[in-house]
């Protein structure tokens, strides 16, 4: 539980005083501050959820419940496919469970398979808010993980050629 409050209130509330003061004025800065803050930004997302989560998980423990783990050095994935199973994992099984498994999943053609990508990434935006913003953000998570996964054996097979072969996340 205190490691979950100091990625809560040390590490999030800090990389937030940064990322707030850069997002709300954009247009005065350049280059490597707004980097920095779009950085600073992915780390205070997790530290903030990680943080919640693990106090959450610490106090269902000291009631006798045991909760899955939901973050999994998600930042360390080696593809996208494999972010999204390590990324706030009690979310994402529900979407699977929930919304992509009864659509179909995976064992539907290409183009019902495309549909329910995408189903799952925009609902999952509308459930972050309803705003745009969320919908875009749904959208492009959506493409990411439809293009690594129809490309993922031409990016082997390209990676065999160069002379890199096992790379994590690519199967042949």
């Known amino acids: ?3 979950g409050f100091f990625l809560k209130v040390v590490v999030a509330d800090r990389l937030a005083v940064y990322v707030d003061s850069v997002y709300s004025a954009p247009h005065q800065f350049y280059r490597a501050p707004l980097l920095l803050a779009t950085y600073f930004f992915a780390f205070q997302i997790y530290a903030d959820i990680a943080g919640y989560s693990a106090i959450a998980i610490s106090s ?5 419940f045991d909760l899955m783990e939901n973050f999994h050095y998600p930042y360390l994935a080696a593809s996208v496919s494999e972010f999204w199973k390590r990324w706030h994992i009690l979310l994402s099984t529900w979407f699977r ?9 995976n064992r ?3 183009s019902r398979w495309i549909y329910n990508i995408m189903a799952v990434f925009l609902i999952s935006g509308m459930w972050h808010g309803v705003n745009w913003t969320f ?31 096992n790379s994590p996340g690519l199967k042949k």
């Open 108 to 110: 539907v053609s290409k």
């Open 1 to 3: 539980m205190l490691w």
């Open 60 to 64: 269902a423990k000291i009631m006798g």
């Open 97 to 105: 469970d929930y919304v992509y498994k009864p659509l179909g999943g």
């Open 135 to 165: 919908l875009v953000w749904g959208a492009i998570h959506g493409l990411y993980l439809i293009i690594y996964m129809r490309t993922k054996k031409l990016q082997a097979k390209i990676l065999n050629i160069i002379g890199i072969e």
